[in-house]
Structures are given as C-alpha cells and as structure tokens.
C-alpha cells in the first residue's frame, strides 16, 4: 500500500547536514544585516561629512590672525602692575591667611 504523505513532506535529510543548513542560513542573514548596517553607516557618515562641507563653503574663513601687540609698549605701565600685584598679594592673604597658617602648623 502506498504511503501516505503530508503536503509539508520533504525529502529525509540526515540530521547533522539539517543543522548545517540552519547555520548556513543564520550566517546569510548575519552577514546581509552586518552589510546592510556597514552601508547605512557609511552612507550617513558620508552625508554628514558632505551637508558639512556644504556648510562650511557658505560660510567665510574665519580673519586673518592679528599680530600681537608689541612688547616694548606694555598696555599697563610699571607702576600700575605693581600696584595690581600689591593688591592681588594683600587680597589673597586676607582670603587664604588663615588656611596658610594652620597648614604651616600641621607642616603641609
């Protein structure tokens, strides 16, 4: 008598080259997943590298660099800087005396 088959009947496939198939599949998809995000990686990088260029040519070059002021004719004269590092002396002893003192005393 004949045998009876199902409508989902396939040809009998050792068990071991099964499993090779269904990583054979995993791999596929794997790799078609891992490409397809390496591209649109890409494609975004270069997208943002490109509107950034774009945007950069609409722009004008930052100015030229301004020479410095010249030594030899300080913006303060002597007598000013000695009277503002005077001051910034007194004001951080004021400030600070107190921590200085018991630091000294703990030889910090």
């Known amino acids: 008598s004949p045998?009876?088959?199902?409508?989902n009947a396939s040809p009998r496939v050792p068990h071991g080259r099964?499993?090779?198939?269904?990583?054979?599949?995993r791999l596929l998809w794997t790799t078609l997943g891992l490409t397809a995000g390496a591209l649109s990686f890409l494609d975004v990088r270069r997208s943002r590298w490109s509107s950034s260029s774009r945007l950069a040519d609409l722009f004008?070059?930052?100015?030229?660099?301004?020479?410095?002021?010249?030594?030899d004719h300080p913006v303060f004269g002597a007598n000013a800087t000695q009277t503002f590092a005077?001051?910034?002396?007194?004001?951080i002893d004021k400030t600070?005396?107190?921590?200085?003192?018991?630091?000294?005393?703990?030889?910090l």
């Open 3 to 7: 045998r009876a088959t199902s409508v």
């Open 18 to 25: 099964r499993m090779s198939i269904v990583r054979q599949e």
């Open 60 to 71: 004008p070059s930052p100015p030229a660099k301004q020479s410095p002021l010249p030594t």
């Open 86 to 91: 005077r001051t910034w002396n007194s004001q």
């Open 96 to 107: 600070f005396g107190d921590l200085t003192k018991y630091l000294s005393e703990r030889n």
